[in-house]
């Protein structure tokens, strides 16, 4: 942090109080954040606050994004899906053609093209080896048939990446990202908006693909097979984003206790004055201060671009295994009121839960970790 991202940080938290905060049921029950808190993130430069200027970013760093992820946590929102939105971003910088960058960046960085990542499908989530969406190359045009479900921003976006078999054969090297526009693109169909236990702001819907053609030039980088490569090259930015949410979500559960258990009366003393609930506490507050300490090296080695696929996937275990502990243990403290929608640890609570299962789940991610083990890492 410096004077210069704390300014930043003072813009976006007048954002999400003005923009976001009053909005949340009104998010929830229509499934969706409005475009036009799109449009107007798009025109403070909230969004791709680390691309190069030249492409429409803010030529900011991973520092500034981080500080955007904070914010909408703390403020309880996982509506407004910019943590995808970004990683799309950064697929296009580090993997795209020149053209492509140019085409698409720019509208990004406006608000005025929405991302999304089709990755996942009914009968393959984290094995992306077994994706069964096929790309078929015909006359200068790929086709696309298959599905996905469980998309962010799906209903919304305007631009998705496609994770595509183009060669069923080869394996992993035969899987390529495709850059579908969404509008006017005849065989393309978003299917239900998914109703999900938690995040009910966040547009969560199944994508369908019948013979939907696009040009050979909507090929991400322009080479087949190398989708797999590139989906692994950014999962260390998409883990550390993850991880940085968690964390901020712990801290404010933290927060909302401590209040709560300073004003609730038990017994005649307040909450906060039982030995279980100053224990309870102490132990939130040590492992909230370890993982925000763990976090912010993360964030230092991302933006020295040392960041690595182990030490973010130790990162996202840690900070989202540790929320979970935290909300349960913090709706615990209040009692038969932190079951009710209306308090907000309830919300923190619902919305922790899948932070354990998107973006590769826990037990991929000791996976992950014991493989580092066993190359003596």
Sequence with gaps: ???????????????????????????????????????????????????PEEYGGASGSFAHVAVLMEELAYAGDYGFGVSVHQIVAHYLLRQGTEAQKRKYLPQMAAGRMIGAIAMSEPGAGSDLQGVRTRA??????????????????????????????????????????????????????????????????????????????????????????????????????????????AIASTEAALQMTLAHARERRVFGKALMDMQNTRFKLAEVKTQATVGRHFVDACIERVIAGTMDADTAAMAKLWTTEVLGRTADECLQLFGGYGYMMEYPIARLYADARVQRIYGGTSEIMKEIIARALERGV
């Design 1 to 51: 942090m410096d004077a210069e991202i704390e300014a930043y940080r003072d813009t976006v938290r007048r954002f999400v109080a003005s923009e976001i905060s009053p909005h949340l049921d009104r998010f929830a029950e229509q499934q969706h954040v409005d475009r036009a808190v799109w449009h107007k993130a798009g025109d403070l430069g909230l969004l791709l606050a680390d691309i």
């Design 136 to 245: 078929e190359l015909q006359d200068g045009h790929y086709v696309i048939n298959g599905s996905k479900t469980f998309i962010s921003n799906g209903s919304m976006a305007d631009l998705v990446v496609v994770v595509t078999k183009t060669d069923p054969q080869a394996g992993s090297k035969g899987v390529s990202l495709l850059l579908l526009e969404t509008a006017d693109a005849p065989g393309f169909q978003v299917g239900r908006v998914l109703k999900k236990l938690g995040q009910k702001g966040a547009d969560t819907s199944e994508l369908f693909f019948d013979n939907v053609r696009l040009p050979a030039g909507q090929l991400l980088g322009g080479v087949e097979g190398q989708g797999f490569r590139h989906l692994m090259q950014e999962l260390p930015y998409e883990r550390t984003l993850c991880a940085i949410s």
